[in-house]
């Protein structure tokens, strides 16, 4: 053929020897070296060809048919042929020779030069990676998976199959034409997605941070410090209520905020600037029995900072005895602080000792946690820094006490630079740790446990703080027998 025909009507049959050497060059592409040595692979079946031809018409070299298949196909043809394809017509054995799999209709595609590079320079949003997936329809369909859920890469790890695959490019529906598809060692993807997530990141902090700077829409606190990288410069805003709609609401016409936590509504819908008139605040009761979840008042020791170091031995004293009574049972201790844990820890004796799991600092938190859950034993969960995001239903904890009333460190500049300008944000984000601990060990109606209040501090907190504490909290609220008033 001499020129490229101007429509499907102007096609004729140039393609009638299933062993001419063009068919078996066709044919051979169905191997792995000589994919790998032409740079071109096979896309078998309309679908397929579709989409080579919409998504990536510079990549097709050739489009090979039947008769038949044209009767069948011909946007697909006009539209390659619009694109200024190469379209030969074959006979059906020419068709079979070239694949078994082809339907009347294939096309020889150039591979692609993307790199992983490439895929992180163009600031991708979602990336699959895929790790050691051998079979090639499962690839296939992990890519098909992948693009129609908006990913933006894929990526092939380790010893994944060959993306060219014939197998791999039929189960993938024409998908690998939509998004790139590399290949790249494991370590390399996760590390390269890593840092630029990371630099993602940390350019839209300091965008967010100039534009409302700008805009005197937020006051920022800045903090210096120090890690094992070196020198650190930490903004962080001193409230948030000017980055909720941005950032949170504009997601929809609609939002439904659902927590156990939101306690006193004024003061959070305030916090994420929500105006009171355009929200409806809707309360559910508990369904869990209050006898149940009984919270006890043992108020043994003042720990306001002029009391600590005089009472601190009575809060120890306290823990131990409660730990005595129950010896046959898993409880948790919120202790506030790493001083007050440490204190409690060094204060158990040698007999009870055994019981407790705890940790010294943050990257020992989910070691303490698992040897807590995983040992069968009557251990205690001893830390400063799990009043959220743990279940510790049934018998991993039947007790637990809370040390201290839980108010927000003062020492952090945006902790302070907050309370100077809502106190009522301080009140209600120590409320919210207190019955964010409370509800770690009691998770189902049909769950029971006992609370422990031992701060001094906790009977006037509880009446200060009752407009603001869910009535099912308050309604749990009981006398200890054991208590000893503080002198």
């Known amino acids: 053929m001499t020129g490229r025909p101007a429509g499907p009507d102007d096609l004729t049959l140039t393609l009638e020897n299933p062993r001419a050497e063009r068919v078996k060059k066709v044919a051979g592409l169905a191997g792995r070296s000589a994919r790998s040595r032409a740079g071109q692979f096979l ?20 489009i090979y048919l039947t008769a038949d298949a044209l009767g069948r196909h011909r946007a697909v043809v006009a539209d390659a042929l619009a694109a ?18 082809a339907q009347g209709i294939l ?11 490439d895929v992180v320079a163009a600031a991708p949003r979602l990336v699959a990676v895929l790790s050691n997936v051998r079979d090639p ?28 695959n014939p197998k791999v ?20 993807a996760v590390e390269a997605l890593r840092a630029k997530r ?64 939101i306690l006193d509504p004024p003061t959070y819908l305030a916090a994420l600037g ?22 006890r008042l043992r108020p043994v020791a003042r720990l306001t900072r002029h009391h600590l170091d005089r009472d601190l031995p009575k809060l120890t004293a306290a823990v131990v005895d409660l730990m005595r009574r129950h010896p046959d049972e898993k409880g948790v201790v919120h202790a506030h602080s790493y001083r007050i844990a440490r204190a409690i820890e060094a204060a158990v004796p040698s007999d009870l000792r055994g019981r407790l799991r705890t940790h010294d600092d943050a990257s020992g938190r989910d070691a303490a946690l698992r040897a807590h859950l995983s040992d069968p034993g009557p251990t205690v969960l ?29 020492g952090d500049p945006q902790v302070a630079a907050r309370r100077a300008r809502d106190p009522a944000w301080y009140a209600w984000r120590a409320c919210l740790t207190v019955v964010q601990a409370y509800g770690r060990s009691v998770r189902s109606a049909d769950d029971a446990a006992v609370t422990y209040l031992l701060d001094a501090g906790f009977p006037s907190f509880l009446r200060q703080q009752a407009g603001r504490l869910p009535e099912w909290f308050l309604e749990a609220v009981v006398p200890d027998e054991a208590t000893d008033a503080p002198t």
């Open 382 to 410: 001893l830390t400063p820094s799990m009043t959220e995001g743990i279940d510790l239903a049934m018998d991993a904890s039947r007790w637990q006490a809370i040390c201290k009333v839980p108010w927000p460190y003062l």
């Open 84 to 101: 200024g394809l190469w379209v030969h017509l074959g006979t059906e054995d020419v068709l079979r020779a070239m694949s078994a799999d």
């Open 43 to 62: 896309v078998e079946g309309p679908q397929g060809v579709r989409e080579a031809v919409a998504y990536a018409p510079a990549r097709v070299r050739d």
């Open 198 to 261: 990371w630099l993602d990141g940390a350019m839209a902090g300091l965008a967010l941070l100039a534009e409302s700077a700008d805009a005197g829409e937020a006051d920022w606190v800045v903090e210096s410090g120090r890690d094992e990288a070196g020198r650190t410069l930490a903004f962080r805003p001193v409230d948030v209520a000017a980055f909720a709609e941005p950032l949170l609401f504009r997601f929809g016409e609609r939002v439904l905020l659902m927590s156990a936590t």
């Open 107 to 117: 096309a020889v595609v150039d591979t692609h030069g993307d790199s992983l590079d």
């Open 274 to 295: 929500l105006d009171p008139d355009e929200v409806a605040v809707v309360r559910a009761p508990s369904t869990f029995p209050p006898e149940r979840r009984p919270i």
């Open 137 to 164: 329809g499962n690839a296939g369909t992990a890519i098909r998976v992948a693009d129609a859920a908006g990913a933006d890469a894929v990526v092939l790890a380790g010893e994944s199959v060959d993306i060219t």
């Open 169 to 188: 490019v039929r189960s993938t529906a024409g998908s690998l034409f939509h998004l790139p598809i590399v290949r790249a060692p494991l370590a390399d």
